[in-house]
């Protein structure tokens, strides 16, 4: 651009229009942010049940890589047998990784010991997983990640899939797109904070429908270098946002918080921006036939702006096989911020979907230590 474009009268509309939406971005993220630090300011005299806890404890568990047929390289950890006679598999969300899945992987890996193999992955450009084209960042192209990572870790068995936010649309996407193995090979899927339908019209999507961030998006396709020099301003118009979105309630421990801020951070911004487009615009309704085979656990946050809890009435709606479940005081990231909710359901989601299976593996198990006893 010139620099007549930017000087008085010679200002494009075009441009005018981004420095208005930045403007009224940043607006938004002040507000955002001063609710954050007030927040803050609360959660720092309450006690932190978490201030010693060890979020990175996936990181020690067994790890792989699957190369997607695009090439892009999946960081993959497991938990459990290998040989288990079920594997539940995890997708993450949006500007997270499969650390968000912490409380989960602890409880339920005591919860079922050695009957249920758990898989975790991060999703591409997220985490441990390699960047791919922007135009890749795609809701369809998660589902397609998704149908790799199975071909690959577990080409065999019985398996539920439990998805969060992004991760639950992936789900969607991957049931629309493989609708052949539900009622089959998928015996139960988990769709948390999601949504089928993009969020464009959630209170954090209509906030976000702003042309400053059109134009950060159409930007990181151009001309990425220098989106890279000013990720600290993108940031700083979305960061707020998105953690004032994420927790309802002030009493969740600052260690989470904070955890949970670290992840959206690290998240590259051509990452951040693309999916953040694909999200508002993704329509994966045509999933919830194949999901209406199979029982389905849908739970939410009653404070969530992102995915609002209308969101998940709808779809269990369209699935006679489900089980709701409304979080109260929960925002976005109700897997952290109140994991036992999440983590029973997903013991009764297991127990549903492999009931002869399940009950054998159990009495199995209660055999074996009363034999040791």
Same mark, same amino acid.
């Given at each position: 651009m010139s620099r007549d474009n930017l000087d008085g009268p010679h200002m494009s509309k075009g441009l005018?229009?981004?420095?208005?939406?930045?403007?009224?971005?940043?607006?938004?993220?002040?507000?955002? #942010?001063? %609710?954050? *630090?007030?927040?803050?300011?609360?959660?720092? =005299?309450?006690?932190?049940?978490?201030?010693? &806890?060890?979020?990175?404890?996936?990181?020690?568990?067994?790890?792989?890589?699957?190369?997607?047929?695009?090439?892009?390289?999946?960081?993959?950890?497991?938990?459990?047998?290998?040989?288990?006679?079920?594997?539940?598999?995890?997708?993450?969300?949006?500007?997270?990784?499969?650390?968000?899945?912490?409380?989960?992987?602890?409880?339920?890996?005591?919860?079922?010991?050695?009957?249920?193999?758990?898989?975790?992955?991060?999703?591409?450009?997220? #985490?441990? %997983?390699? *960047?791919?084209?922007?135009?890749?960042?795609? =809701?369809?192209?998660?589902?397609?990640?998704? &149908?790799?990572?199975l071909q690959v870790i577990a080409p065999r068995g019985p398996i539920v899939l439990v998805g969060h936010s992004m991760g639950g649309m992936t789900v969607l996407s991957h049931a629309r797109q493989y609708p052949h193995h539900y009622g089959g090979r998928i015996a139960g899927a988990a769709l948390i904070a999601s949504a089928a339908e993009g969020v464009a019209k959630s209170p954090l999507g209509e906030i976000l429908n702003n042309p400053a961030l059109e134009a950060v998006r159409r930007a990181a396709r151009s001309a990425p270098k220098l989106v890279h020099r000013g990720r600290k301003v993108t940031r700083s118009l979305i960061g707020p946002i998105l953690r004032a979105a994420?927790?309802?309630?002030?009493?969740?421990?600052?260690?989470?918080?904070?955890?949970?801020?670290?992840?959206?951070?690290?998240?590259?911004?051509?990452?951040?921006?693309?999916?953040?487009?694909a999200l508002q615009v993704h329509d994966e309704t045509a999933g919830l036939a194949a999901l209406a085979k199979i029982p389905t656990l849908i739970v939410c946050g009653d404070h969530d702006l992102v995915t609002p809890a209308e969101y998940s009435k709808k779809m269990a709606d369209a699935l006679p096989n489900s089980e709701l479940v409304i979080v109260a005081r929960a925002g976005h990231l109700v897997l952290l911020a109140q994991p036992d909710p999440i983590s029973d359901g997903l013991v009764r989601l297991v127990k549903h979907a492999t009931p002869t299976r399940f009950a054998a593996l159990s009495q199995r198990l209660r055999d074996r230590v009363l034999r040791r006893g």
């Open positions: 005018a229009r981004w420095l208005a939406g930045a403007a009224g971005l940043s607006a938004v993220g002040t507000i955002a #942010g001063v %609710s954050v *630090a007030r927040s803050m300011t609360r959660r720092a =005299v309450i006690d932190d049940p978490y201030a010693y &806890e060890d979020f990175e404890t996936l990181d020690g568990d067994r790890s792989y890589l699957v190369t997607t047929p695009d090439g892009v390289p999946l960081a993959v950890r497991e938990v459990g047998p290998t040989d288990a006679p079920l594997t539940v598999v995890f997708a993450h969300g949006f500007c997270l990784r499969m650390g968000a899945f912490h409380f989960q992987r602890m409880r339920l890996s005591e919860e079922w010991g050695p009957q249920v193999r758990m898989i975790f992955y991060d999703q591409r450009g997220h #985490g441990r %997983s390699g *960047a791919a084209p922007p135009e890749t960042y795609t =809701v369809t192209q998660l589902g397609k990640d998704l &149908e790799t990572v994420s927790y309802s309630d002030v009493s969740v421990s600052p260690s989470v918080v904070a955890f949970s801020e670290r992840m959206m951070l690290d998240t590259p911004i051509p990452t951040l921006v693309e999916f953040l487009h």
